[in-house]
């Protein structure tokens, strides 16, 4: 009896310990899979708040000058977004010497290692040392606060 028992603890042990290992197995590939998809994965930021890219679509973003600390100076941005290219368009509301309606810069929306979000030119881009501001690499887009980076 004792036997038979301990067979059944046993079997139902190994069960619910199976299917709770099943459940850890199916959501941990499912959330690989949700961050491992493609460039356009959630992402988390040192203060844990997600961050994603937009849906496909026109957006009005600030400028901001790395030079002058991130300031806009009235400076605006149209962000085309379709898959996972973007372009950036000069919307003519400031003092550039960009025309309004001229491509500032298009390209690939990457998640550099640093963690920010860059305008690359090829997916290698992302192990890239220097990016945005004035370093002459792949420009820095901040989707969070609605910025494109500039020198």
Not at 31 to 53: F, Q, V, W
Request: glycine residues 10%; proline residues 1%.
């Amino acid at each position: 009896m004792k036997k038979a028992s301990f067979i059944l603890l046993t079997t139902i042990l190994f069960s619910c310990s199976s299917k709770a290992d099943k459940s850890r197995i199916e959501n941990s590939e499912s959330s690989e899979i949700a961050t491992n998809a493609d460039d356009r994965t959630t992402e988390k930021d040192s203060s844990d708040t997600t961050l994603a890219i937009p849906a496909d679509g026109e957006y009005r973003f600030d400028v901001a000058f790395a030079e002058w600390e991130g300031k806009s100076m009235g400076e605006k941005v149209t962000v085309v977004i379709q898959g996972d290219s973007v372009k950036v368009i000069y919307a003519g509301d400031g003092k550039l010497t960009a025309k309004k309606g001229e491509v500032l810069d298009e390209g690939i929306i990457l998640k550099h290692k640093s963690g920010d979000w860059i305008i690359g030119r090829n997916r290698e881009d992302v192990n890239l040392e220097e990016i945005g501001g004035c370093t002459g690499g792949p420009s820095m887009i901040d989707f969070k606060n609605k910025k494109y980076w500039m020198c």
